[in-house]
């Protein structure tokens, strides 16, 4: 799939930057947001993403573009939870990072909309967003491609964060905060976390 790295090509700065508020709890978060790196310049983004950041009055980072292990590893589970724990003491907002926003960042902000109640439905449309503002996918146009994105990446996400177990009969905020406590994450911590997501 094509990736996307001219300004022109998109109708917003936000949608070039891959720049939105997190889908928690079924609503729009004004705490945590999602973008393409601010720091790493590799799609060209990084000048529009610090000028979303600045607009919206973000300055913790917490960034995954470091990280080169795959998502679903014990590595990047262990990684993530000590990055995440990084916001625990921290006043809102937070914004998730990685190269472009897209996969790494997928991943994180997957478990944290688990976490935080979001309905699967709402789910699958965000971790979509990316490939709409990174690589031009058009629900009208694109759909066989949709339905295999949601099959062979979301739903083998989740997949994995369920322990390689089915997931449909399963409640998805129970299986995030499993994968947390898997990783090391103190029930504590876990519920200091949740309270943020629900800011």
Do not use: W
Not at 8 to 33: G, P, Q, V
Not at 73 to 81: A, H, K, N, R, T
Not at 151 to 167: A, H, P, R, S
């Amino acid at each position: 799939m094509k990736h996307l790295d001219n300004r022109e090509d998109f109708r917003t700065d936000e949608e070039f930057a891959n720049f939105r508020n997190l889908i928690l709890a079924n609503h729009k978060s004004m705490t945590f947001f999602r973008s393409a790196s601010a720091m790493k310049n590799k799609y060209g983004r990084a000048s529009t993403v610090q000028q979303l950041m600045q607009k919206n009055s973000i300055h913790l980072i917490v960034d995954f573009s470091d990280v080169e292990y795959r998502c679903m590893s014990d590595e990047f589970g262990f990684i993530l939870v000590q990055k995440l724990r990084t916001i625990l003491g921290e006043d809102p907002p937070y914004i998730i990072q990685c190269d472009a926003g897209k996969k790494r960042t997928g991943f994180v902000c997957l478990i944290l909309e688990m976490l935080s109640g979001t309905c699967y439905t709402d789910i699958v449309n965000d971790y979509l967003e990316s490939y709409k503002n990174n690589n031009g996918l058009n629900s009208l146009v694109n759909s066989e491609i949709i339905k295999d994105i949601e099959v062979q990446k979301i739903q083998k996400l989740i997949y994995y964060i369920n322990g390689n177990q089915d997931f449909e009969k399963t409640n998805l905020e129970k299986i995030a905060y499993s994968f947390l406590q898997r990783y090391d994450m103190s029930q504590r911590e876990i519920q200091i976390l949740q309270q943020k997501l629900h800011q």
